[in-house]
């Protein structure tokens, strides 16, 4: 039948069989590249299996190529002048059939070159540029081609953490989390593509004066060393806004909530301090200062339950306190306060807090090559190594972090971005089209040493430091990992309420879990009682009454100051001490049906 | 101070023999020893259980998940990483790569040639090996199809084999007749033989097995040490054993259950720790002797293989509470209520759960302070010192 003929597919379903594949194959690209056919659809002809697959559908990642014809570029020095003249947009070259889009599928029937030296009349096609191989935001990367391969995606991976600028219209949203670097930069060393898509017009990293040295153990595994007085100069400093909102819900007994001043009445009064910041309609003024846990919106709400008219007919009205308060560890100004109404007529109320964020130990900083750390130490400037001409670095990289990683780039961008601010200038570091030489260069016409190296010395005992060390200004990115809204601690606090057991998580004032594999390790340590400690004492111990005749747990009768054994009538009763998790494990014994004896033993 | 073990004893006076010591000099070594010897003794209510299970799960994370495969090679490929230690740590009934090690006697193979021989011959032959069946239901016949290659690749004479391919069909099944042809045999059913019982009749025959020892799928010979000895896919020990030109001293399968068959459960434990630390050394982990022999003994010490699962050791704990801590709380509960079992609270989890100090490390000991005697005590020691 037609089991020599090659099967077709569009997007994925057999449609028919055809005796001469390439043929059809050709067809198609022909009518594609007249503009006959949509410049999106592909055609694949796969010869070990003898199938043809054409896509007409979404999600496929297409890109860019120039069309080769008998191993020319269609693309003619003629049309390339009149692209450079803005004669000729990029859809005409589309529709010309000079450049088309192929998909993953396409590709594996393509042979293409990446520059025009290597063309043979075997290719099809021509790449447009080297960067064309990286993404938008990898290509923002300079010198991403010296770099490893995980090391470069983790450098782009990083572009959406970093702290910018994240719109033109920020002081006027409301969004519920928000960071806005201080004072961004231009990056000293840019890439095409970075001015292709206007990056370079809302940065949102800084210049800063990197050196590769170890710092009194400071900045090992990773720490990054900042001098005190880069950050009093604003590096890396930014505002952190988050907004609080809540809204006047009706409720079916046909009151509603609302926004006022808490008083006296209401249940669950905090105190007058507590509101002392609240305007007369119970949102609090702009620019005052909120504390921890302030109060932002004071509200009441309605009681849960319709109050039973009284004898003398009048409703005694018994409203509880609804305010929204600010964060635990975040204190803050009020920086807007936006005021409305939804669809339904519902009063909404918005309160946005800044804080602001000045770089300390714990925060999280990167350059463009992945090579990410957290602030270890912030040293005073007067301790920091400086060099010869006095110039103290921002940051100290340990230099573990450069042989295992190769990040490369992340060294020549620090020798390029030395010859920038030398030339004041800014270089071009697109990855495949780097002017390596003229860097060099610039860095010996001005007095410094080619490899980058300066000589240091000491900040705090002016010795000059023997080996000279590698410095010089990279781009690196504040992260929006805040050690301020990660912190957390606890001695003594709430509790669960059905295990009696500490809370967990930070915002419920919860301590970190002393799990199984902690406890094991005092086992094996032979520590038991510092176990009993951890897992009875300071969790859910409980003194507990129990019958030593029947061995089920006694009644503790508080007011009448009597314990008795709701079986034994005359039952013996003790004292023991247990974790409150066993007894629920007793209860939920009962609740199955199984009869849990005690018995009960002197301790020692 | 504890005294040296006899077997330590034995040691130290054949060295001293061997090097002619004293015997003040021999004393002096004695001590030495069992100084050491004592300093090295786990101290009481160590939970040295806690510890080989730390000392063996730690490096276990580090274990490859997958089985390596070396494409092209002739290595038999066994199991390797976790996989395999979770295997024998649970004592399954079949291993998924097993493979044996047969060490051959001195000199039994002159050749080369002789020994490739002896090794193919080991190969669990069957009918389906070396051939196919091809039906024709409309005449109820159906030819046996030799496959050449396979012939030569196995070393196998043609006319031996379809001999005993005739022999052993025309035993098992009665109602056909048959012809002999050059390369393959044709059989013809009755007439009324329904369908289904030829196929039926075809897919007994596939199993029927002609040459080899059952099981082994492949041999490959390696050499170990300057001698020739043949690896395989597949484990069958105690038939190869009973082969005369296999050294049964020495020929191994990685196949613990089959060895516990064989030889016991002595053997079975000693395997046990050598399996373990085989996989563990192969990924390039070194765990102390001390944490796989305390394993290996849990494992087998009531004369059956079992592993740590809840229908193995961890199932058998005389703690209800131990066992309901595992899997199957619920089941463990109920069964402990309906037998009316009682907790002793001896072991760790136990006491954990009802919250009572351990009864291991510090709260082992039971030490109660009588302070009349503690008085005399330090009076005592203070004579002591004095003098």
């Known amino acids: ?604 | 101070m504890r005294e040296l073990p006899k077997n330590i004893l034995e040691r130290i006076e054949n060295y001293s023999n061997k090097k002619s010591f004293s015997d003040a000099k021999k004393k002096r070594l004695i001590d030495i020893v069992t100084k050491r010897y004592n300093e090295s003794l786990v101290t009481p209510g160590d939970a040295i259980g806690l510890i080989a299970a730390q000392s063996i799960g730690e490096p276990g994370t580090q274990l490859t998940l997958r089985t390596k495969h070396y494409a092209g090679s002739l290595e038999v490929s066994v199991g390797q990483g976790i996989q395999r230690v979770i295997e024998i740590v649970d004592g399954r009934l079949s291993s998924k790569y097993p493979s044996m090690k047969i060490y051959l006697k001195k000199d039994v193979f002159a050749t080369e040639k002789k020994l490739n021989k002896f090794a193919k011959s080991l190969i669990d032959i069957k009918v389906s090996t070396i051939g196919d069946f091809q039906e024709d239901f409309e005449n109820r016949t159906v030819s046996f199809i030799l496959n050449h290659d396979k012939l030569d690749e196995l070393d196998l004479d043609k006319e031996e084999t379809m001999t005993l391919i005739y022999d052993k069909i025309n035993d098992t099944y009665v109602s056909k007749r048959f012809t002999p042809n050059k390369n393959g045999i044709n059989f013809t059913f009755d007439k009324t033989t329904p369908l289904f019982n030829i196929r039926k009749a075809l897919l007994k025959w596939n199993k029927i097995p002609l040459f080899g020892v059952k099981n082994l799928e492949l041999t490959v010979i390696t050499e170990e040490a300057g001698e020739k000895v043949i690896s395989t896919k597949g484990s069958n020990l105690s038939e190869v054993l009973k082969i005369p030109e296999v050294d049964t001293d020495r020929t191994y399968t990685n196949d613990i259950l089959e060895i516990n068959k064989v030889f016991g459960i002595e053997a079975a434990r000693a395997s046990i720790i050598k399996e373990l630390k085989f996989t563990f050394e192969s990924n390039g982990i070194e765990i102390n002797q001390r944490h796989l022999s305390i394993l290996a003994d849990l494992m087998c010490f009531n004369g059956k293989v079992k592993g740590v699962v809840r229908t193995g050791i961890t199932g058998e704990k005389t703690s209800p509470f131990a066992r309901a801590s595992f899997e199957e709380t619920v089941k463990h509960i109920l069964s402990a209520a309906f037998d009316g079992e009682r907790e002793n609270f001896k072991g760790i989890i136990e006491n954990l759960i009802v919250g009572q100090p351990i009864l291991a490390g510090t709260g082992r000991v039971k030490l109660t302070l009588d302070p009349k005697n503690l008085k005399k005590m330090i009076k005592k020691q203070e004579g002591l010192e004095e003098n």
């Open chain 1, 1 to 604: 039948m037609s089991i020599n003929k090659s099967k077709v597919y569009i997007n994925g379903s057999l449609v028919g069989f055809h005796n001469n594949p390439s043929k059809l194959k050709q067809d198609v690209l022909k009518k594609r590249r007249k503009g006959e056919v949509d410049d999106q659809v592909n055609v694949a002809f796969n010869q070990e299996t003898n199938e043809v697959y054409i896509s007409t559908d979404s999600g496929r990642v297409q890109r860019p190529l120039i069309i080769l014809e008998n191993g020319k570029s269609k693309l003619t020095a003629d049309i390339l002048k009149d692209v450079k003249e803005e004669k000729i947009t990029w859809d005409d070259l589309i529709k010309d059939g000079i450049i088309e889009y192929l998909d993953s599928e396409e590709e594996e029937n393509a042979l293409v070159a990446l520059n025009e030296k290597e063309i043979t009349p075997d290719h099809t096609h021509l790449e447009i540029s080297g960067t064309a191989i990286f993404s938008v935001i990898s290509s923002m990367i300079p010198f991403i081609n010296h770099n490893m391969a995980g090391k470069a995606i983790h450098g782009a991976k990083v572009f959406k953490q970093g702290v910018g600028i994240p719109s033109a219209n920020y002081r006027n949203r409301f969004d519920t989390e928000m960071h806005v670097l201080y004072y961004p930069q231009r990056t000293l060393v840019t890439t095409r593509t970075e001015q292709l898509i206007q990056a370079h017009r809302r940065p949102m990293s800084q210049n800063a004066v990197v050196a590769i040295m170890p710092f009194k153990g400071f900045n090992m595994t990773d720490a990054i060393i900042i001098n005190k007085g880069s950050v009093e100069r604003a590096v890396g400093r930014s505002s952190y806004y988050r907004t609080y909102s809540a809204q006047e819900n009706r409720y079916p007994s046909g009151q509603s909530d609302e926004f006022i001043v808490p008083d006296e009445k209401i249940v669950g009064f905090r105190g007058e301090d507590f509101y002392k910041n609240l305007g007369m309609d119970g949102i609090t003024n702009v620019e005052s200062f909120v504390e921890e846990g302030g109060v932002v919106i004071g509200m009441s709400s309605p009681p849960r339950f319709v109050e039973e008219i009284s004898e003398y007919g009048v409703v005694s009205e018994e409203r509880r306190e609804a305010s929204v308060t600010a964060r635990k560890h975040l204190k803050g100004y009020v920086d807007k306060v936006m005021l409305s109404q939804n669809i339904g007529g519902t009063k909404i109320c918005k309160v946005k807090i800044r804080t602001e964020l000045i770089p300390q130990t714990g925060d999280k900083f990167c350059s463009n090559h992945g090579q990410k750390g957290v602030i270890g130490a912030v040293i005073n400037e007067e301790d920091m190594p400086f060099t010869s001409s006095g110039m103290k670095p921002d940051f100290l990289l340990n230099p573990h972090s450069i042989p295992s990683r190769m990040t490369v780039g992340h060294l020549l961008e620090t020798i390029a971005g030395k010859a920038a601010s030398l030339k004041a200038e800014i270089i071009d570091g697109t990855p495949f089209y780097i002017d390596k030489e003229n860097i060099l260069e610039t860095l010996k016409e001005f007095g410094f040493r080619e490899d980058g190296k300066e000589t240091f010395y000491d900040g705090a005992t002016g010795e000059k430091i023997e080996m000279p060390i590698f410095v010089g200004p990279v781009s690196f990115k504040r992260l929006y990992h805040v050690v301020t809204n990660k912190i957390q601690s606890r001695d003594t606090g709430s509790i669960q309420l059905l295990t009696r057991q500490p809370t967990e998580g930070k915002e419920k004032g919860g301590g970190l879990r002393f799990g199984e594999m902690e406890g094991d390790a005092l086992i094996a340590h032979g520590s038991a009682m510092l176990l009993h400690e951890k897992l009875i004492d300071s969790a859910d111990e409980l003194e507990i009454y129990v019958c030593s005749d029947c061995g089920m747990v006694a009644i503790d009768d508080k007011i009448r100051n009597r314990k008795y054994c709701p079986t034994c009538p005359n039952g013996n009763i003790e004292k023991i001490k247990i974790s409150y998790g066993f007894k629920l494990l007793l209860d939920e014994l009962k609740a199955l049906g199984v009869y849990p004896k005690l018995e009960i033993g002197d301790k020692i």
